[in-house]
């Protein structure tokens, strides 16, 4: 299985990058994990709803670049579907069974993912009614794509 995660902007916080990197090193023995970052697009604080949604346009043209036809694709967006562990474990279980092993999950900038990018996702997920910042969502995404796939393989995880 394939599994790539597109998301806005660089990540430098330390902490981060090393709880990205040891999720990501456990998940080599169950798929193939790449992250790819696209630039966000630099914006002042007090923006206009226009010039917001140009914002979110010109970081979906670099996200849309990305992504494939025949990939699956996961919109992580605050009013998307919630899941808990076990079905979002056998949601990409059932993926890989009916021939979805491209899948992709899309996370995107401090202002969120542009009507382009969600009319092109297969589904929006959502993690909780809390705001995250884009960055920690990174690690959370990666830890439960992580935990789903110890679901699917009948090894044990912390489900409390």
Known sequence: ????????????????????????????????????????????????????EMVKDKE?????????????????????????SV??????????????SDIIFIIGGSLGLSKAVLQRANEEISFGKLTFPHQLMRLVLVEQVYRGFRIMKGEPYHNK
């Open 1 to 52: 299985m394939n599994i790539k995660i597109i998301t806005v902007g660089k990540l430098k916080e330390k902490y981060l990058k090393q709880g990205i990197a040891e999720y990501t090193k456990r998940l080599s023995s169950y798929c193939k994990l790449q992250i790819i970052e696209v630039n966000d697009e630099k914006a002042p604080e007090n923006l206009s709803e226009k010039e917001m």
């Open 60 to 84: 979906g043209e670099r996200i849309l670049a990305k992504v494939t036809d025949q990939s699956y694709v996961f919109a992580l967006a605050i009013n998307g579907k919630q899941y808990d």
């Open 87 to 100: 079905d979002f474990a056998k949601t990409i279980e059932q993926l890989g069974i009916t021939g979805k």
